[in-house]
């Protein structure tokens, strides 16, 4: 059986959630209303720079927010018709959040009354 996320992203595209030109005209708010291409420039850069640390070390530290990191999986075994066979690891792009930024996150969905965004967005647990 397939997996299927927990994020359904088909339905997050037509509620403006994952609109590019809304996240950089809300990044340009955020750094004192800056031009919405100077913000895209910074983030382009950003990924550029996340990208090549990757290629280069592996792991990138991304301040405030945690370490992205390319882990290899272990080697997974599986049935091919009567006998087995044995899957190479392959790397994986794994993100490991920030202690203090976990912790932030935990708390405020410990506390009642309050909708969780998810849910304001696509009426459903996820």
Not at 10 to 34: D, H, T
Not at 53 to 67: A, K, M, Q, T, Y
Not at 74 to 87: D, F, H, N, Q, T
Request: hydrophobic share 35%; net charge positive; with cysteine.
């Amino acid at each position: 059986m397939a997996h299927k996320p927990p994020i359904d992203r088909q339905a997050l595209k037509g509620k403006e959630v994952m609109n590019p030109v809304r996240f950089f005209k809300l990044l340009s708010e955020k750094c004192n209303y800056i031009d919405q291409e100077t913000a895209q420039r910074f983030y382009m850069g950003l990924v550029k720079l996340i990208s090549q640390e990757l290629r280069e070390n592996g792991i990138v530290r991304l301040p405030h927010l945690g370490d992205l990191a390319l882990v290899k999986a272990p080697p997974r075994s599986m049935l091919a018709g009567r006998g087995r066979r044995v899957i190479e690891g392959m790397y994986l792009l794994k993100f490991y959040a920030n202690n203090k930024f976990r912790e932030y996150f935990s708390k405020l969905s410990q506390q009642k009354g309050e909708l969780d965004p998810r849910e304001k967005i696509l009426k459903r647990d996820l």
